[in-house]
């Protein structure tokens, strides 16, 4: 039998792995030189801007950082707080949504589950964009537009989400631990919060992270819910900003400031929650 085991030399993939570390340096670079423009633009002067296209620092960085919080009487600092309100409260509430979904369909049988998991996948192939128009005409004959409820009425089912927990929960929550946890008397609801939340913790930061970032992003829902300036999200108010810069061109540095200040708040979330993953991968392995 050993002679029919392929030998780990690797010689014959390292060409392969050679393609293929060339290929996600090559996607890297394509999605960081954006960003790092950003930043390099968030540096200078309204001249410098449109004098030159090079990454090379400017002159202007503190200028447009007062002059971006100083915009409209502080506006920018008020969309940062909306934009914070709806990320943070939407995407929690979508974590829990989503945990408590994602546990049932992995933990209990009932009838009509294949089809209702059928929808909820076919939920995941739907673009936000369709559902934006009619989220709008349901929340205003609610009442709930320029209103942060309407805003996160929308984002709170995550078909996506909903998916993900179930997979972790079938993975990371042993039949055998609910049984037993039944046996002791334990209710339902105390088993999910005690026992399977913790078990699907890491899998739930995931999810909570793919939320925030997609409605810190979030431009069609609000832009359609929201009409007034004091409710607005940074992606709201960074479009408003730019709409008048083409009248102003002083207002362009000042967008690209408040893009990289956005940029600045998802890399600080994401390196906030990268430890969990960690403990994650060291659980795993210690399971192993």
Not at 85 to 93: E, M, Q
Not at 136 to 142: C, I
Not at 189 to 215: E, H, N, Y
Not at 218 to 241: C, E, K, Q, V
Request: hydrophobic share 50%.
């Amino acid at each position: 039998m050993s002679t029919l085991t392929t030998p780990r030399s690797g010689r014959g993939l390292r060409p392969n792995r050679f393609g293929s570390t060339l290929v996600l340096i090559i996607g890297a670079v394509y999605c960081l030189i954006p960003v790092v423009w950003v930043f390099m633009a968030t540096t200078k002067t309204n001249q410098e801007l449109f004098s030159t296209l090079t990454f090379i620092p400017g002159t202007g960085f503190l200028d447009n950082i007062v002059s971006l919080f100083q915009y409209a009487d502080g506006s920018f600092a008020l969309w940062a707080l909306n934009s914070a309100i709806y990320a943070i409260g939407g995407a929690t509430l979508s974590t829990l949504v989503s945990a408590a979904a994602g546990f049932a369909f992995a933990v209990y049988d009932f009838r009509g589950k294949k089809l209702a998991f059928g929808i909820l996948l076919g939920g995941v192939l739907i673009p936000g964009v369709v559902l934006a128009l009619p989220q709008y005409f349901l929340f205003a004959n609610l009442g709930l537009t320029n209103t942060h409820i309407g805003v996160l009425l929308g984002v709170i089912v995550s078909p996506f989400g909903i998916y993900l927990a179930r997979i972790y929960a079938e993975a990371a929550v042993p039949k055998e631990t609910i049984e037993a946890t039944r046996i002791d008397g334990a209710s339902e609801f105390r088993t999910f919060t005690s026992v399977a939340v913790p078990m699907m913790f890491p899998g739930l930061v995931t999810v909570f992270l793919l939320q925030f970032i997609a409605i810190w992003n979030n431009f069609l829902l609000p832009f359609l819910m929201l009409s007034r300036d004091d409710t607005f999200p940074i992606t709201i108010g960074l479009y408003t900003m730019l709409n008048r810069g083409t009248q102003e061109g002083l207002l362009w540095t000042q967008a690209i400031a408040g893009s990289a200040v956005s940029i600045v708040a998802i890399l600080l979330v994401m390196s906030s929650l990268q430890r969990f993953w960690r403990l994650d991968l060291l659980s795993g392995g210690v399971k192993g």
